[in-house]
C-alpha cells in the first residue's frame, strides 16, 4: 500500500502558515466580541451561582447557567449589570414561562392551575357556640 494518500497532510510552507494565522485572528475576534456581550459581563460582575435555586456552577457546567434580564428587556443592557441575573437554565426557563403567562393576563399560573378561594369560614358558628356557654 505505498500509494496510499489517504492520511493526513502535512502544511506546505507560506501558504498554509498564512491561512493558519488568518483562522486565529479570527478566532480572537469573535472571542473578544463575545466577551463584549453582556453574558461575558455578567459573569464577570456575578458569581456563578443561579439567583433563585442557588445552585452553584463551574468552568465544566457554565454553559448552563444563563443570563437573565429583569425587565425582560434584552436592549437594556446597563454595565453595571442591575438589570441582569445569573439563573440556571431551568430557573430561566420558568421565570419566561410566569412573564407569559401574566403577559397574557393570567397571573403567575395558567387558569387550570389557579385556587379557587376558599369558602369556608371557621368562625361562622362562634357566635351561637358563645352565646350558649
Known sequence: MAGNNSGPRKPSGQ?????LDGIVAQAHKQR??????YREQSLKLHPWV???CG????????????????????????????????????CHDNEHQRFAYLVRGEGFMPEAEKKKPATHNPFAGLKDILKNK
Open 50 to 52: 443561579c439567583g433563585r
Open 32 to 37: 473578544d466580541t463575545r466577551m463584549a456581550g
Open 55 to 90: 445552585r452553584n456552577f463551574t468552568r465544566e457546567n457554565l454553559h448552563e447557567l444563563t443570563v437573565h434580564h429583569k425587565d425582560h428587556n434584552h436592549d437594556n443592557n446597563p454595565s453595571d449589570g442591575s438589570n441582569w441575573e445569573n439563573l440556571c437554565l431551568y
Open 15 to 19: 501558504r498554509d502558515s498564512k491561512v
